[in-house]
């Protein structure tokens, strides 16, 4: 028995070192597109480990770059690795993995933006959203010029269930710079909290696992990573379309060290905002003088079901831009 588990433990054969792939293909972080490489091969079996078992799963990698992780998810015994890279530049390197592993690694040249993962993976692998996870896994470490827009981006694919999370909820294990992995964490009260923090939490359990020292990456950056795990709840803390909660919150931390009235107030047309804010807030229950920093998932859940109902008594409600309202006012008086 022993001896056939050990038959089917795959790891790769000896490679060149990523540093002497980043010497033998000249690769060269690009600093407006925020790459750092990851050459210490024991944080990225940590990242890997962190993300769970990976024995025989589906693994989606987004950023492989040089291929650090990806060569610690191939020796954790996944089924299949599917990579999407942007920069043709790091193809032949990774090519060079793929067939170090025959049939396990897929590397598809596109954006992880616009890449339509949820047609990649065999259907068997979907789970009922009730159920465990499925056994599809996102890993990645994030250019940080993406990292904000493609979180949003996956959060509210777990509102709708769709994309990565057409599979059941799938976990995510992703690398950030570490004050964003701080705002995704962040609890009620601290100063970190911020529209992140309320985005992510609402819809996904997020544990910030550990800090990666900047020294660590070439080239190094100026602010350590830190690695974050995802699991998206079975059902939401607040039960409203994504767009109607990312509105409310937006508003709520545009003012972040005034009185949260101040902000939420922006959500009103100016002619009642003094009145509608008065009343969102007393029918929420919350407190006009908290600052953003201090109003938990419950508080938010309670003001977008209010705002909800607003809307639906005011169907042009949802529509309203402060700053639309603005700049026709200094368009007349101009």
Known sequence: MAASRTLGTFRLPPLPTIREIIKLFRLQAVKQLSQNFLLDLR????IV???GNLTNAYVYEVGPGPGGITRSILNAGVA??????????????LQMLSDAAPGKLRIVHGDVLTFKIERA????????????PPNVHIIGN??????????????????????????????????FQKEVAERLTASTGSKQRSRLSIMAQY?????????????????KPEVDSGVVH???LTRPRIEQPFKLVEKVVQNAFQFRRKYCHRGLGMLFPE?????????????????PTLRPTQLSVSHFKSLCDVYRKMCDEDPHLFAYNFREELKQKSEKRG
């Open 271 to 287: 002619a009642r905002r003094l009145e509608s804010t008065g009343k969102l807030l007393q029918l929420a229950d919350v407190d």
């Open 230 to 232: 995802f699991t998206p």
């Open 203 to 219: 819809l996904c359990d997020v544990q910030h696992i550990f800090t990666i020292p900047g020294q660590a990456f070439i080239p």
């Open 43 to 46: 944080l990225t079996d940590k």
């Open 49 to 51: 480990r962190k993300a």
């Open 121 to 132: 993976f065999p259907e068997s692998l979907k789970r009922q959203w009730e159920d465990d």
């Open 142 to 175: 994030l250019p940080f010029s993406v990292s904000t827009p493609l979180i949003i981006k996956w959060l509210e694919n777990v509102s709708h269930r769709n994309g990565p999370f057409a599979y059941g909820r799938t976990q995510m294990t992703l690398t």
């Open 80 to 93: 299949e690795l599917l990579v999407v890279e942007k920069d043709s530049r790091f193809i032949p390197g």
